[in-house]
């Protein structure tokens, strides 16, 4: 059975950072391209970033380019977001999901998500 | 960035009803559409990629349809179970993005 876990989130104050993981079981992980997404009650679902199988290509979204890094380690079937600058238009449940298909694009499974809060 | 409309934001229906969404994006997005469902408190569900292809374990009863700008979801024989929100999302173009989401209430 696919399993996506993350965590990591929490409460952080404005310009702060914090690093998400999301541990993967139950697929080849190091087969699969994978995606962070997140939601906000206000802005809905918004793609942050995606890596690829290898960890050689990445693709951010202009609202987190040069502040969240995604990084990945095959070996231990995990998968990371390094988040700086934190604003408070960061707030929002944070998912990892699995990209699908030839694109990796879309996203076939997703975890239970963390809640990341910036606030003071 | 391309816009993904969903209409209607909210729809209710009753159970044994046939109902569709129709997502609109701002330019063509090719076949490269995907439907998910999510219920509150949990992740979305992957249902439908490539504008009509159903993912593994999806009931025949929602189906998709569309080219290019316009796109429909369509669920038929409604059950309690499928009263949730429904979202598109276009993956031609980085940043690939979502619809606001179209949340199917019980009448």
């Known amino acids: 059975e696919v399993q996506l876990v993350e965590s990591g989130g929490g409460l952080v104050q404005p310009g702060g950072s914090l690093r998400l993981s999301c541990a993967a079981s139950?697929?080849?992980?190091?087969?699969?391209?994978m995606n962070w997404v997140r939601q906000t009650p206000g802005k809905g679902l918004e793609w942050v970033s995606y890596?690829?199988?290898?960890?050689?290509?990445?693709y951010q979204a202009p609202s987190v380019k040069g502040r969240f890094t995604v990084s990945r380690d095959n070996a231990k079937n995990s998968l990371y977001l390094r988040m700086n600058s934190l604003r408070a238009e960061d707030t929002a449940v944070y998912y990892c999901?699995?990209?699908?298909?030839?694109?990796?694009?879309?996203?076939?499974?997703w975890g239970q998500g963390t809640l990341v809060t910036v606030s003071s | 960035d391309i816009q993904m409309t969903q209409s209607p934001s909210s729809l209710s229906a009753s159970v044994g009803d046939r109902v569709t969404i129709t997502c609109r994006a701002s330019?063509?997005?090719?076949?490269?559409l995907a439907w998910f469902q999510q219920k509150p408190g949990k992740a979305p569900k992957f249902l439908i990629y490539?504008?009509?292809s159903l993912q593994s374990g999806v009931p025949s009863k929602f189906s998709g349809s569309g080219f290019g700008t316009d796109f429909t979801l369509t669920i038929t024989s409604l059950q309690p179970e499928d009263f949730a929100t429904y979202y598109c999302?276009?993956?031609?173009?980085?940043?690939?993005?979502f619809g606001q989401g179209t949340k199917l209430e019980i009448k």
């Open positions: 999901a699995r990209g699908f298909g030839l694109t990796g694009r879309t996203f076939d499974y």
């Open positions: 139950g697929f080849t992980f190091g087969s699969y391209e």
């Open positions: 890596i690829s199988s290898s960890g050689y290509n990445i």
């Open positions: 330019q063509t997005i090719r076949n490269y």
């Open positions: 490539d504008v009509s």
């Open positions: 999302q276009q993956y031609n173009t980085y940043p690939y993005t």
